[in-house]
């Protein structure tokens, strides 16, 4: 059974980056038929898809976010990650982890989210 | 990118069936078959009941169903439960391989 985990600092000071990992088990990060996406939820509010990367390194961003947002891929540690600089307040979200079927919009495996606050 | 436009909520009883739009652009739902739908319940992740406009993934009750006009999607429940109260995001491909979200719609089944 795949599952994603989040992990990284629940409190980050503005200013400073925020930075996730997500594990990935029962399933290659290597995958040539999957993509590995962040999207965040600000607390009581919609979804914003963050960006995504393949196995390769290969990268896509929301254009409102791609000059803060890193994405990256560690095959050996069966991981990616996401790096976001300049945080700010409007940063605070749960951060999740997801993976989605290439050639189509099925995000199917998820985290279960991680909240991270950025304090003042 | 703008996010999509999904009514703020939707309500409706036991039995009955209710649809939820989300309305995007020619750049996004209206050029590409690549929407979906995904329930979320407080304190949850998402969880995807209709991918590709109108696929199901297997395990998800055939009272969901997705389809698409123009450069508007939607999500039709029938038979409605109260197990179906939830938040119900949509979600389209956008060129350059980005994706955009709607604001989200809160589903109260009364």
């Known amino acids: 059974q795949l599952q994603l985990q989040e992990s990284g600092p629940g409190l980050v000071k503005s200013s400073e980056t925020l930075s996730l990992t997500c594990t990935v088990s029962?399933?290659?990060?290597?995958?040539?038929?999957?993509?590995w996406g962040w999207i965040r939820q600000p607390p009581g509010k919609g979804l914003e898809w963050i960006g995504c990367?393949?196995?390769?390194?290969?990268?896509y961003y929301n254009p409102s976010l791609k000059s803060r947002v890193t994405i990256s891929v560690d095959t050996s540690k069966n991981q990616f990650s996401l790096k976001v600089s300049s945080v700010t307040a409007t940063d605070t979200a749960v951060y999740f982890c997801?993976?989605?079927?290439?050639?189509?919009?099925?995000?199917?495996?998820w985290g279960q989210g991680i909240l991270v606050t950025v304090s003042s | 990118q703008s996010a999509l436009t999904q009514p703020a909520s939707v309500s409706g009883s036991p039995g009955q069936w209710i649809t939820i739009s989300c309305t995007g652009t020619?750049?996004?739902?209206?050029?590409?078959?690549?929407v979906s739908w995904l329930q979320q319940r407080p304190g949850e992740a998402p969880k995807v009941m209709i991918y590709?406009?109108?696929s199901r993934p297997s395990g998800v009750s055939n009272r969901f169903s997705g389809s698409k006009s123009g450069n508007t999607a939607s999500l039709t429940i029938s038979g409605l439960l109260a197990e179906d109260e939830a938040d119900y995001h949509c979600?389209?491909?956008?060129?350059?391989?980005?994706?955009?979200f709607g604001g989200g719609t809160k589903l109260t089944v009364l």
């Open positions: 997801a993976r989605r079927v290439g050639r189509s919009s099925w995000f199917d495996y």
């Open positions: 029962g399933d290659s990060i290597s995958s040539t038929s999957h993509y």
């Open positions: 990367v393949y196995y390769t390194g290969d990268a």
């Open positions: 020619s750049s996004d739902i209206g050029g590409y078959d690549y």
């Open positions: 590709d406009v109108n």
């Open positions: 979600i389209s491909y956008t060129p350059s391989g980005t994706w955009v």
